[in-house]
């Protein structure tokens, strides 16, 4: 599915005619990420984190894989396997430092690019579904990332099991056997590093297909654009390749410029130092946090400290999980027909101040569950809601947006015009 | 059969209109449908605890080197278990709560043993998300309430190990025990 302006493969090499025939799979490539594919003209740097989160996936899956190779899932000798995969194993070190910080780096990724979509409009139709699969993926990454943390059985990966397999005993009547069901015992132990080491090997695979689907559903509209209109003819668009296969290698360039500064000059700047105590299930470390990348659900999960019909500890789990279940209905919540941030005034705020709110959440999230922590993460949970399910509906209606350009065109030459004027 | 496929005509069925071949298409799918689930069943139920894991040894607890005012940790089935020596102060201050306004009512009398109202014996396991409280260690933070207090998420449990303050919806649990004799408890 494309605009009928898109380039046609045509193979020129006698091979390619005759793999052409056989298995179409460059004819496909070329359609997908060649320059059969019309994109926009006008993306901006934002455009580049859907790339740039493949890419992080794919250095996930090769480390993952080599980290496999010489790792032990087992209670007595998992964190020891680890401690030998850092100081015995040929450059064991760099590679368990690149899968640690390249979690972090995707999760970084993946919230540029989660954000770019919610100023942006991406979700609004005809890219529901482009959306829908997206936090699918995000909901996989957030199991994968809770799973691998385990596998170095430290004491953040002992108490983190614990305190988030925890989080399914809220549920009325089942809860606790749901939690043995995970566990394979009442307290994580040798069942359940074992089976989180199966699934953290399995998801990240699962997410890959995942990504085909979302990149099937995006090709059928094409990518959205900065104004948020729509591509209205060949003058609006260029090939995929060589443009954008360009830009995108720049900000692969750059990306992988940060990625391996934190890489190799702070490595551990990002992980808990907790995490280098063997897991030890009689002591609970004084402040047990998960990974930075969870914080603001986290903070959402301990707002909940009183008893309201339903116990104190059932909110907070409720809460934490509509905290993202939320994002699924956004498409149907935010019913301006504008979707580009950049003629919404009103909303343009309001998004300012939920990047504010996601961020004060994550910080109270890391931080002690004390005051005044508790508080700041009530009056921020309290407005996370608030924004989604009252803001974004009214502002939706009331909102005057300011007036759209007639086409991409013409909004990339007036902005051109005012650049050099 | 192929017969009888040809003088068959819609409508032409048994008297509730259910064709021969609706009858053979719902038969056809909902038995593989029920065989699929009960090989679902083994699929699930092997990641339920174990037999090794469920052969639960039972403990013996030695209380003799307790002094009053004092806790010990120990481990059962895995967990820790928290043993303690409470003073009569302790007791007093548990007894002096108006137990209809707890969340979860209990006296201390109904989480000890009779007559052993000095031994209070739960498991290590804050009831909110399974951290470890503090208080049964030498010098740890108890809390506003003198007995256990949750550093993960600030739940604050009493001297008689009831939930006070905080997200944890319970009491710590008690764990079945006997006295064998004044000194040795066995638990599990
Ligand atoms: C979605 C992609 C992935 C994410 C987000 C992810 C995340 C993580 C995280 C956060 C850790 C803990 C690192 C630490 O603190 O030491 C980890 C460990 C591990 N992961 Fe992954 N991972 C991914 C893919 C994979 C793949 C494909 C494999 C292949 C089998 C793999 C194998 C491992 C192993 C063996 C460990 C334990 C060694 C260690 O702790 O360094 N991971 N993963
Ligand atoms: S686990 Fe104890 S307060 Fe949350």
């Not at chain 1, 409009?121 to 482009?130: C, D, H, I, L, Q």
């Not at chain 1, 297909?209 to 668009?237: C, M, R, Y």
């Not at chain 1, 954008?244 to 490595?267: H, Q, R």
């Not at chain 1, 030890?280 to 903070?299: K, Q």
């Amino acid at each position: 599915m494309s605009f009928p302006w898109a380039n046609q493969y045509a193979p020129k090499n006698p091979f390619m005619k005759w793999m052409d025939e056989r298995l179409p799979l460059p004819r496909l490539v070329y359609n997908a990420v060649g320059a059969g594919y019309p994109v926009p003209r006008n993306l901006n740097y934002f455009w580049n984190f859907g790339v740039l989160a493949g890419a992080a996936l794919g250095i996930q899956i090769i480390t993952g894989i080599i980290l496999a190779m010489h790792y032990a899932a087992n209670g007595a000798i998992a964190f020891d396997s680890v401690e030998h995969i850092m100081r015995d194993v040929n450059s064991g070190w760099m590679l368990r430092y690149a899968h640690a910080t390249g979690a972090s780096f995707f999760f970084i990724v993946v919230y540029l690019h989660i954000f770019r979509g919610l100023y942006y409009g991406s979700y609004k139709a005809p890219r529901e579904m482009v959306w829908l699969l997206g936090l699918v993926i995000y909901l996989l990454m957030m199991a994968t990332g809770f799973m691998g943390y385990v596998l170095p059985w430290g004491q953040m990966s002992f108490w983190g099991a614990k305190v988030i397999t925890g989080l399914f005993s809220a549920i009325p009547v089942v809860g606790t056997p749901i939690q043995t069901w995970l566990l394979g015992g009442f307290a994580p132990d040798n069942a359940a590093l074992n089976r989180f080491f199966s699934l953290h090997y399995l998801l990240p695979f699962v997410i890959a297909g995942v990504i085909i689907l979302h990149i099937w559903a995006l090709h059928i509209p094409g990518s959205s654009n900065p104004t948020g209109i729509e591509v209205k003819g060949p003058q609006d668009t260029l090939p995929f390749h060589p443009y954008y296969t360009a830009k995108d290698g720049f900000g692969l360039g750059v990306f992988l410029i940060l990625y391996t500064l934190v890489l190799f000059y702070a490595p551990n700047a990002l992980g808990h130092p907790d995490n280098y105590i063997p897991a030890n299930p009689l002591s609970t470390p004084a402040h047990i946090v998960p990974e930075w990348y969870y914080w603001p659900f986290y903070a959402i999960l301990r707002a909940f400290t009183s008893d309201f019909i339903l116990p104190a500890k059932l909110w907070g789990v409720l809460a934490m999980f509509s905290a993202i279940l939320l994002l699924f209905i956004l498409p149907w919540l935010d019913k301006s027909p504008v979707r580009s941030g950049n003629y919404r005034p009103a909303f343009k705020k309001f998004f300012w101040l939920l990047v504010a709110d996601v961020l004060v959440l994550g910080y109270c999230g890391g931080s002690p569950a004390e005051e005044p922590y508790v508080m700041i993460s009530q009056l921020a949970a309290a407005y996370y809601f608030a924004h989604f399910l009252i803001i974004l509906p009214i502002v939706s209606r009331m909102e005057r947006p300011l007036p759209l350009p007639n086409s991409i065109t013409e909004a990339v030459l007036e902005k051109h015009g005012e650049a050099t004027a | 059969m192929a017969t009888l496929e040809h003088t068959e005509s819609p409508g032409h069925g048994t008297e509730d209109g259910v064709r021969r071949r609706d009858f053979i298409n719902i038969a056809a799918v909902s038995f593989p449908v029920a065989g699929a689930a009960a090989i679902l069943v083994p699929l699930i139920n092997q990641m339920n605890p174990s037999a090794d894991v469920l052969a639960l040894a039972s403990i013996e607890v030695d209380l003799s080197a307790i002094k009053e005012g004092q806790a010990i940790k120990t481990i059962f089935r895995k967990q820790p278990l928290f043993v303690r020596h409470l003073t009569a102060a302790e007791i007093a201050d548990a007894d002096k709560v108006d137990v209809t306004t707890l969340r979860d009512p209990q006296t201390l009398e109904q989480r000890t043993s009779a007559g052993k109202k000095q031994w209070l014996i739960t498991m290590g396991v804050c009831t909110h998300l399974g951290c470890v409280p503090l208080g049964a260690g030498e010098g740890e933070n108890r809390g506003e309430f003198g007995g256990y207090f949750c550093p993960c998420h600030g739940s604050s449990y009493d001297t008689a190990a009831r939930i006070r303050k905080g997200p944890a919806p319970k009491n710590l649990e008690v764990p079945k025990y006997a006295f064998k004799s004044d000194t040795v408890v066995a638990v599990g």
